[in-house]
């Protein structure tokens, strides 16, 4: 997750830093956060490396951040567009460059709270990771390194995308509350999958992108099917 702070004025810049630094940590994200005292530094590099998100102060003394929005248009429209601003005057200017949001100075940390939130509804396949206890320490897993997923022997064996598998001692459920992501699915009661990795679905069976086929039980095979298609359908439309 790349989030650029756009904003001529330094204590400001440090501040929203810090504040999205603590939200980062909150909902298990990696991400990295660049500054940038003026539009035109900060559109030279998203030309090269899209952002996840920009904050984007709207009054800045040479340059009116607006502007710089319709630019930043004009080549990436996937983009989340937050507003900086002291003044809900540009309320339709938003609008025409598709902004997700305002954060009217000074926003307090349950509106950054609530923003972050439907930050990550708008993009569901933000590089979210959980962490694990594990004999010798705590090991983290980004979610999209998370392929498959079984459970037996009291323990669940993590296969990740580099071919290696992570085992922890918990019980399914408790480990599948803790993905919360739509992407991860029930093929039985001992078993899951990410949906980002499955190729096909015969009704009985997965077959995923290493080769590997996972067994559908009867309770599971309409649910999967079903999350099969809505997850399919969301990744042509994104």
């Known amino acids: 997750m790349r989030i650029a702070i756009i904003d001529d004025v330094f204590s400001e810049r440090k501040t929203l830093r810090n504040k999205l630094e603590i939200q980062l940590s909150k909902h298990l994200l990696n991400g990295e956060i660049f500054e940038y005292e003026n539009g035109n530094s900060f559109l030279a590099t998203a030309k090269q490396q899209p952002f996840t998100v920009a904050f ?10 607006v502007e710089v929005a319709k630019k ?6 996937k983009c989340i567009l937050i507003f900086v601003t002291s003044s809900m005057d540009h309320a339709l200017d ?11 100075k000074p926003y307090s940390d349950q509106e950054l709270d609530l923003l972050f939130n439907e930050i990550i509804e708008k993009s569901p396949s933000l590089d979210q990771y959980i962490e694990f206890h594990i004999v010798g320490g705590t090991i983290r897993l ?19 995308t580099d071919g290696n598998i992570t085992v922890v001692r918990q019980p399914l ?11 991860f699915i029930y093929c039985s009661r001992g078993t899951m999958i990410n949906l980002e990795y499955a190729q096909d ?6 077959l ?20 099969f298609g809505d997850f399919l359908f969301k990744r042509r439309r994104s």
């Open 173 to 183: 459920r408790e480990f599948m509350k803790t993905l919360n992501d739509e992407r």
């Open 94 to 104: 938003g609008f025409r460059v598709r902004a997700l949001q305002y954060l009217v």
């Open 72 to 77: 930043l248009r004009c080549f990436d429209l």
């Open 201 to 206: 679905f015969d009704g009985k069976t997965f």
């Open 208 to 227: 995923l992108a290493n080769g590997k086929q996972v067994s559908v039980s009867r309770n599971f095979a309409n649910v999967a099917k079903q999350s």
């Open 56 to 65: 984007l102060d709207i009054y800045m003394d040479e340059e009116n951040g």
């Open 142 to 160: 980004r979610l999209q390194e998370i392929v498959y997923a079984e459970h037996f022997q009291h323990q669940i064996h993590i296969l990740t």
